[in-house]
């Protein structure tokens, strides 16, 4: 599972950088109200857009 992961960030360098950096922004930074809001939008799309190309659990 772990590997599939990693393989999963390793194919889609623009979006794990993205999402790397918004997240270390959010946690460290603590930007505007309204902007940090924007990113947190932005981190749960791409949040979901992972769990959805990798679909763990799928049945």
Request: a positive charge; glycine letters at 4%; hydrophobic letters at 60%.
């Amino acid at each position: 599972m772990f590997k599939k992961i990693l393989n999963s960030l390793i194919d889609q360098p623009l979006l794990t950088s993205l999402f790397a950096t918004d997240f270390f922004i959010l946690l460290f930074h603590r930007p505007p109200f309204f902007f940090s809001l924007i990113m947190l939008g932005a981190l749960m799309a791409m949040c979901m857009y992972f769990g959805q190309k990798l679909a763990l659990f799928k049945i």
